[in-house]
């Protein structure tokens, strides 16, 4: 167990539909990460929140948000799903921004958009 | 970009084998990390490793910086270490953060 949590495990809904997923860092970590893992595209960093600023952004859509809150954790939206958004999405911590130590994933949110 | 290269893509052993996996990188990194994602989808670290040796039970990785490769040892395997074994490294962006980069993985498929 990496200490972090996400929620929900498994997410179903349908192309034009609006989720939020949920992630909790490990205790003490300031920094919260966001992977997408396709067949496709294999696993690809998203965006990056440190203490509650966004701090990088990677590969991640328009239709796509994040923010991180003052209890530090955080939340990645996803509108206007697409058949092609299903995915396993990961949300990692770490002590400070510059992943000082490593990474820690939690279980992922496994995503499928029918 | 910086690019992550994994070798061998597959691997088939009969449990009881050992096996040597590695991760080349194309650039400086100040960041490299081991993961297994087991058959469930999680992904569990084994290393944080960017240079060095370590040990952890049965796996021991080894990274040596200068020549940009390094390598995930797994002796006397068992069944439970299928999955994908992937190689993820850091780099800097202004020097303030810190993205992964991972690599296509290798499929470990441990026979009884």
């Known amino acids: 167990d990496s200490g972090v949590t996400q929620t929900p495990k498994h997410l179903i809904t349908a192309t034009g539909q609006r989720v939020t997923l949920r992630c909790s860092p490990r205790s003490g970590d300031l920094s919260v990460y966001w992977y997408q893992q396709s067949l496709d595209q294999g696993l690809q960093f998203l965006i990056q929140y440190y203490n509650g600023e966004e701090r990088a952004k990677g590969n991640i859509l328009e239709r796509f948000s994040a923010q991180q809150f003052p209890d530090l954790h955080s939340e990645l939206n996803l509108s206007s799903l697409e058949l092609g958004d299903s995915a396993l999405y990961f949300c990692a911590s770490s002590l400070t921004g510059t992943s000082a130590q490593g990474q820690y994933f939690g279980p992922g949110t496994r995503l499928t958009v029918t | 970009g910086i690019q992550v290269e994994q070798s061998p893509p597959d691997l088939i052993l009969q449990e009881g084998a050992n096996s040597t996996l590695r991760c080349n990188f194309s650039?400086?990194?100040?960041?490299l990390q081991w993961f297994h994602q087991n058959p469930w989808g999680q992904l569990i670290n084994l290393f944080y490793i960017p240079s060095g040796t370590k040990q952890n039970g049965r796996l021991s990785a080894t990274t040596v910086a200068t020549e940009r490769y390094s390598l995930l040892y797994i002796s006397s395997s068992q069944t439970t270490d299928s999955g994908v074994y992937f190689c993820?490294?850091?780099?800097?962006?202004?020097?303030?953060?810190?993205?992964?980069?991972f690599g296509t993985g290798t499929l470990l498929a441990v026979q009884p």
């Open positions: 650039d400086s990194v100040n960041n």
């Open positions: 993820a490294v850091g780099v800097f962006y202004g020097g303030a953060t810190n993205k992964l980069i």
